[in-house]
């Protein structure tokens, strides 16, 4: 695999590294060994050490003085924490964008269809996607940049912990039944069962992933 040239070169690196760590390409745990990375990616180690860095900031990549890079294992006590956070984050998202009845139900309702495509051609690519849109306008809806920009941090791993998931287990079909729940509340102005709902509908996978990761391990 040859990264591209130029002035995307780093970008371009990053994007691949992170997505090959996301699907599962490497392995969590594996190392990342900067030789074999820069023969792989057609790279110098200057920008290949760089985007294990921007890596580590988003954690996925482990970097210590011994090992060198790994990827971070899926520890579930890490999946659970990470899922704390995001029903905290999200939920004060969902509330005050309901204090400001945004409605996200044409998106949703449109999203929803492009999802029961992916899901009949098997594309879990485009569906992590869709739900990642969802939420990110859910965020965005909220106009507090500082909630935006801290939930939009931590994207990377909840991709990685969606896909360890639902590579073994099939789409759940209720996903978008909730979403338009909380499009719903939220258009309405119903803070407290956006809130309810959204805090439900994390939950729920949060409990489904690791009841999967444990029986898989």
């Known amino acids: 695999m040859k990264a591209p ?8 690196l990053i994007d691949a590294l992170r997505e090959a760590i996301q699907i599962g390409r490497y392995r969590p745990g594996a190392r990342l060994v ?9 790279t110098s180690r ?25 990827v971070r294992p899926l520890d579930p006590r890490d999946i659970a924490d990470l899922y704390d956070v ?16 945004v ?3 044409p998106l949703t309702a449109d999203l929803a269809r492009e999802a029961t495509v992916a899901v009949g051609n098997d594309d879990r690519t485009a569906l992590y996607r869709f739900d990642r849109t969802f939420h ?3 965020a965005r809806s909220s106009a507090n940049e500082h909630l935006i920009a801290t939930l939009g941090a931590q994207w990377s791993q909840i991709v990685r912990v969606m896909h360890a998931y639902l590579t073994t287990t099939p789409y759940p079909a209720a996903v978008w039944h ?22 439900y509908h ?13 029986e898989t391990s």
């Open 5 to 12: 040239t130029g002035e995307t070169l780093s970008d371009s």
């Open 34 to 42: 900067q030789e074999d990375l820069a023969a792989e990616y057609g």
């Open 46 to 70: 200057i920008p290949l050490r760089e985007a294990l860095r921007r890596l580590e900031g988003e954690g996925l990549v482990q970097i210590s003085a011994n090992r060198g890079a790994v």
């Open 86 to 101: 995001r029903v905290a984050l999200e939920s004060l998202a969902a509330r005050r964008a309901a204090e400001r009845y």
């Open 103 to 105: 409605d996200l139900r």
């Open 136 to 138: 990110a306008e859910l």
């Open 178 to 199: 909730e979403h338009d729940a909380i499009a719903r509340h939220v258009a309405n102005g119903n803070a407290d069962a956006a809130v309810e709902h959204l805090t």
């Open 202 to 214: 994390l939950t729920v996978s949060r409990d489904r992933i690791l009841r999967i990761l444990s």
